[in-house]
């Protein structure tokens, strides 16, 4: 048997987004389009809708092979290529592979909570936000319905996604997905960036992290995989996604992933694009770089 692995040029990043974009979205399209992925972008007051919109482009618009599906304020944090592998491991075992969020009232949004950060669990409910499927799954998903979108009554959108008087459109399609025998996990590995005006990320500290911290000599706080600068009263920088890397060559984590920077400038925020590997040494001078004072 021959075991397919995934190419990036098969697949098709999909956000259903609200009215009220983040410029996140943006940093998400690039960060993907750099490696060869296709996007697609449906806005409007229903989510659900949105979602099912992606749904149908992907299956009958498309002739890609995987759906990655992110919400508007969902930022990936895990470096792209290792974001694949860990998709990828998890796509020949699992039907649905979900990444787990953290919500700003300091609670996981899966169900149950993650019993290890380093594992896949199968989740029970929670959010969308980011979540992954083969063409192969996404046939075996049955439509609860039909919806005719306004100014297009010739065309039938079927609906995979819905609200209920108990549910949100995600828990419920949680729960119809698990009624067709269908596995849906949840994968920690994949860190994502919940931009809710400021990031919100969980609670877990690299001790790793902790150390280079105290030879950059910067003044720093550590929140998941954000580093805090507070440069000034009413100047905060946010680095986002930081993570140490494997160095092939050496065979020793000693390089330092960053995804982006966001500065919040008396209450302005500004997202920057990052999205490179540094050497230890390097990660330090950026650090301090950022670390600048107003006069």
Request: charged residues 20%; hydrophobic residues 40%.
């Amino acid at each position: 048997m021959v075991i397919k692995h995934m190419e990036t040029k098969d697949a098709l990043l999909c956000i259903p987004s609200s009215h009220f974009v983040f410029s996140s979205i943006v940093d998400t399209i690039n960060n993907f389009a750099q490696h060869g992925v296709e996007s697609k972008v449906y806005a409007s007051n229903r989510v659900d809708f949105n979602r099912s919109l992606c749904m149908d482009y992907f299956l009958n618009k498309s002739d890609k092979q995987y759906l990655f599906m992110l919400d508007s304020d969902v930022l990936p944090q895990t470096e792209f290529n290792k974001m694949i592998q860990i998709v990828d491991e998890d796509l020949k075992r699992y039907d649905i592979v979900l990444a787990p969020l953290f919500s700003p009232a300091g609670k996981w949004l899966t169900m149950p909570d993650p019993p290890s950060l380093n594992a896949p669990y199968e989740v029970q409910a929670g959010s969308l936000g980011f979540m992954v499927m083969t063409r192969e799954t996404a046939r075996r998903l049955t439509p609860v319905g039909y919806y005719t979108s306004f100014g297009n009554t010739g065309n039938l959108t079927p609906l995979f996604f819905r609200y209920t008087e108990d549910t949100s459109e995600d828990s419920d399609f949680i729960r119809r997905v698990k009624g067709q025998k269908m596995s849906i996990i949840a994968d920690p590995r994949i860190k994502l960036l919940h931009v809710k005006f400021l990031p919100v990320v969980p609670p877990s500290v690299d001790e790793a992290l902790i150390q280079i911290l105290k030879i950059a000599k910067v003044p720093a706080r550590i929140n998941g995989n954000i580093i805090v600068l507070d440069v000034d009263f009413d100047k905060t920088v946010y680095v986002n996604g930081v993570d140490l890397m494997k160095n092939e060559k050496t065979g020793q984590y000693d390089q330092v992933y960053v995804s982006s920077v966001i500065i919040d400038n008396d209450g302005v925020l500004t997202n920057n694009t990052v999205n490179k590997t540094f050497t230890i040494n390097d990660f330090i001078k950026f650090l301090s770089s950022l670390y600048t004072t107003k006069k």
